[in-house]
């Protein structure tokens, strides 16, 4: 399997988690009505944050795992869940069991999050990984372009249901297509499965500073994309009345993170993780500036075709830092590359899910809260960055110090 064939199919294992929710968002009128929650509810956030809570539990169980059987194993344990979450959801006959069944379905689409990022780590280090997962962005964020489109397409001639058992053929797809792929977990690598050796990998990931302090980042940036992505439809349907037309503004939006994704694959090689990463801060509080003044003075309901670009923008530069990020953090732990990605991703996830959560809750009538939210996040964000770039400093003066005695 050449590079080529690789990103794609590291991709599509991301997609796993993507498929997940944004095919869902179309859906959400029809969920509101067969199980009678109302017009404007927001419980339909749930489906979401619950799916993102499993993603991230799961991910716990699938790195140890990942390390000891290979990541092929590992993918096709974790479809099989994703299967059986899927088809419980499109059978769930109430709100609640639907919940279950979206909890189990996020531990399923776990196992091929964790094998995707431990396949980059196997073949690919520094900047290099960093624009291979540049690139894997590039092609995952496809998803959410075209699968709210899709799924209201399915909707339009089928049960809201046939959704669920989309992604579920999806899977399959998947699993096949995987078929393919070479073992990427060298014999060496290869860690005993015991509680002991579990924990001795979370607890060296994290011990490991770098590691610690940019998934602390990644997860408020994590969080901001929950937010939006759990709310959006709420947003567009409700604050701008633009139902209708939700599947079309959310794909335009999805493909500004895609350009973003595309031109960090380019860049980051040539500028550098470090410099990349400076650069789209600097951008992103401008943008993040530009959307709270407009909040602001159109107190919560600004014009439709100056907030969609704008936040479309703003979200687009976390493309520049979610990879890159996600990249150093995992540069350290090439030895236990799956337990590093389950427990980064797990924090991420699930830290992104209860912050990200908590945010699109309140969003109903006014965008205010939303972009209260992503402001507060992208400040968090930077101080992450800050404080352990800081902290690496002072600990190489003191190891210089060390030497010079």
């Known amino acids: 399997m050449g590079r080529r064939e690789l990103v794609a ?37 749930r489906v979401v944050t619950v799916y993102l809570l499993g993603l991230a539990f799961g991910q716990l169980f699938y790195g140890p795992l990942a390390d000891r059987f290979g990541r092929k194993p590992t993918l096709y344990a974790g479809a099989a869940v994703y299967m059986l979450g899927a088809a419980g959801g499109a059978l769930a006959p109430t709100f609640d069991l639907l919940l279950i069944s979206r909890f189990v379905w996020g531990i399923g689409g776990a196992g091929a999050r964790v094998v995707a990022v431990s396949i980059v780590r196997d073949r690919f280090e520094g900047a290099a990984m960093a624009s291979a997962m540049s690139n894997v962005m590039a092609v995952f964020v496809l998803v959410p372009i075209v699968a709210p489109s899709l799924g209201a397409l399915i909707i339009s001639v089928a049960p809201w249901r046939a959704v669920f058992w989309t992604c579920a053929v999806f899977a399959v797809v998947i699993v096949l297509w995987s078929l393919r792929l070479r073992e990427t977990l060298d014999p060496v690598n290869r860690r005993p499965l015991n509680p002991s050796a579990i924990l001795s990998g979370y607890w060296q990931v994290s011990r490991t500073p770098i590691t610690f302090g940019y998934t602390v980042s990644t997860l408020f940036i994590q969080a901001a994309f929950t937010a939006y992505l759990a709310s959006s439809e709420l947003v567009v349907g409700q604050v701008f009345d633009r139902e209708a037309q939700f599947p079309v ?129 992208t400040a968090l964000a930077a101080l992450s960055v800050w404080l352990v770039r800081n902290r690496a400093a002072r600990l190489a003066d003191r190891s210089l110090a060390a030497e010079v005695a």
Do not use: K
């Open 249 to 377: 503004v959310f794909g335009v939006v999805a493909i500004l993170f895609g350009l973003g994704a595309i031109i960090n694959g380019r860049i980051v090689e040539r500028l550098g993780i470090d410099e990349v990463v400076n650069r789209a801060f600097i951008v992103l509080f401008v943008f993040v500036s530009v959307l709270l003044v407009m909040t602001v003075v159109s107190s919560g309901s600004p014009n439709f075709w100056l907030f969609m670009p704008a936040i479309g923008l703003t979200l687009s530069c976390f493309m520049f830092l979610m990879p890159n990020l996600n990249s150093a953090a995992m540069e350290p732990l090439g030895a236990i590359a799956g337990s590093g990605s389950a427990l980064t991703g797990a924090v991420r996830t699930a830290g992104g899910a209860v912050l990200g959560g908590a945010i699109s809750e309140q969003v109903s009538t006014s965008v205010t809260p939303l972009v209260l939210g992503i402001t507060a996040m």
């Open 9 to 45: 199919l590291v991709s599509a294992m991301m997609a796993f988690g993507a498929m997940g929710i944004d095919f869902m968002l179309s859906a959400f009128d029809e969920i509101r009505v067969d199980f009678d929650l109302g017009v404007s509810s927001t419980e339909t956030t």
